[in-house]
Nanobody
Framework: QVQLVESGGGLVQPGGSLRLSCAAS????????MGWFRQAPGKEREFVAG????????YYADSVKGRFTISRDNAKNTVYLQMNSLKPEDTAVYYC??????????????WGQGTQVTVSS
C-alpha cells in the first residue's frame, strides 16, 4: 500500500515553469515505478511521464517531451515533475501514480488527489 499527496500546482503564464511534487507514505515507495498523469476538463486522463524505481529509465508523452522532466528521491519518498515552457494546453489536474515499468509505464490503482495546473495569461 502507498498513499500519495501531490503539491505545487497553481496559475502560471504561458512560457513559465512549475515543479510538482508527490510525497508518498509507506516503506515500499522505492519498489514502485512512479508516474504522472493529467486530466483536462471533458477529456480522459492521459499519461504524462514515468520513471523506474531507481530513476534510470524515464518515459514521456510526446506532447511534453523536451519540456517536462520527471525525477525521484527515494530517500525522501518523493517524485517530482519539472514543467518548463508551459502552454495553455498543459492546463489540467495532475495526478501522481505508483505503478510498474516494462517497456512502457503501466499504472496501478494508487492515485493522489490531484493538483490543478492552469496556464493562462
Amino acid at each position: 500500500q502507498v498513499q500519495l499527496v501531490e503539491s505545487g500546482g497553481g496559475l502560471v503564464q504561458p512560457g513559465g515553469s512549475l515543479r510538482l511534487s508527490c510525497a508518498a507514505s509507506g516503506r515500499t515507495f522505492s519498489t514502485y515505478a512512479m508516474g504522472w498523469f493529467r486530466q483536462a476538463p471533458g477529456k480522459e486522463r492521459e499519461f504524462v511521464a514515468g520513471i523506474s524505481w531507481n530513476g534510470d529509465t524515464t518515459y514521456y508523452a510526446d506532447s511534453v517531451k523536451g519540456r517536462f522532466t520527471i525525477s525521484r528521491d527515494n530517500a525522501k519518498n518523493t517524485v517530482y515533475l519539472q514543467m518548463n515552457s508551459l502552454k495553455p494546453e498543459d492546463t489540467a489536474v495532475y495526478y501522481c501514480n505508483a505503478g510498474g515499468l516494462n517497456n512502457y509505464y503501466y499504472p496501478y490503482d494508487y492515485w493522489g488527489q490531484g493538483t490543478q495546473v492552469t496556464v493562462s495569461s
